[in-house]
């Protein structure tokens, strides 16, 4: 069963413009991880917020997550047409990922 | 530094046949993991291997086999190929000794079964 869900399921933007997915999650978790997925091709990590954790940044990436109403937020600022991608949050307490069914992003130029 | 392999990139098998997935990894990673992605969904992980010597059903095992042969390779074998194994199957690793749970993914093996 899918353990997270990302919303929305499809985002079209203008380069420049900022992009903020979101992802619901149902169980407890240790940390939370966004992944993102260019067509046809493997998953690479984006950044991992910890439980403990409220708001993280990497370079154009900011994550917020709210463990009360078990949610996480992934920022894209600035966007660039390199960003169209899907992204995928994904959850787990280390024995493999559970992930979300992902957003997929559009940066129209 | 190859990161994760996976061989072969793309299979078409018959009803019934078998093929094994490859992966091997150059991180030394303690652990591996195989996840299918169906289109339009996330992955499932289908089995994971901990460490070498160990390996354990993930969400959706049934149909499938694993063998951790060593540190750096994890198979994944289909014994009798169904329609509904068609799917994309990507292998990952990740260092658990760390504190980070970050996975490397391998660039996908685009199984179709007729």
């Known amino acids: 069963s899918q353990q997270g869900e990302e919303d929305p399921q499809a985002l079209s933007i203008q380069e420049g413009e900022n992009a903020t997915m979101n992802c619901s999650y149902k169980t407890s978790i240790n940390n939370l991880q966004w992944y993102r997925q260019n067509s046809g091709r493997g998953l690479v990590h984006l950044i991992l917020?910890?439980?403990?954790?409220r708001e993280k940044h990497s370079g154009r990436l900011r994550v917020t997550l709210d463990t009360s109403k078990k949610s996480s937020s992934l920022l894209i600022t600035a966007s660039r047409a390199a960003d169209t991608a899907s992204y995928f949050c994904a959850t787990g307490p280390g024995d493999g990922l559970t992930f979300g069914k992902g957003t997929h992003l559009i940066i129209q130029p | 530094n190859a990161g994760v392999t996976q061989t072969p990139k793309f299979q078409v098998l018959k009803t019934g046949q078998s093929m094994t997935l490859q992966c091997a990894q150059d991180m030394n990673h303690n652990s591996m993991y195989w996840y299918r992605q169906d289109p339009g969904m996330g992955l499932r992980l289908i089995y994971y291997s901990a460490s070498e010597g160990t390996t354990d059903k993930g969400e959706v095992p049934n149909g499938y086999n694993v063998s951790r042969l060593n540190k750096r390779e994890f198979s994944l074998r289909l014994e009798s190929a169904a329609p509904s194994q068609t799917s994309v199957y990507f292998c990952?690793?990740?260092?658990?000794?760390?504190?980070?749970?970050?996975?490397?993914f391998g660039p996908g093996t685009r199984l179709t079964v007729t």
């Open positions: 990952a690793s990740s260092d658990r000794g760390t504190i980070s749970y970050e996975q490397y």
């Open positions: 917020i910890r439980s403990n954790e």
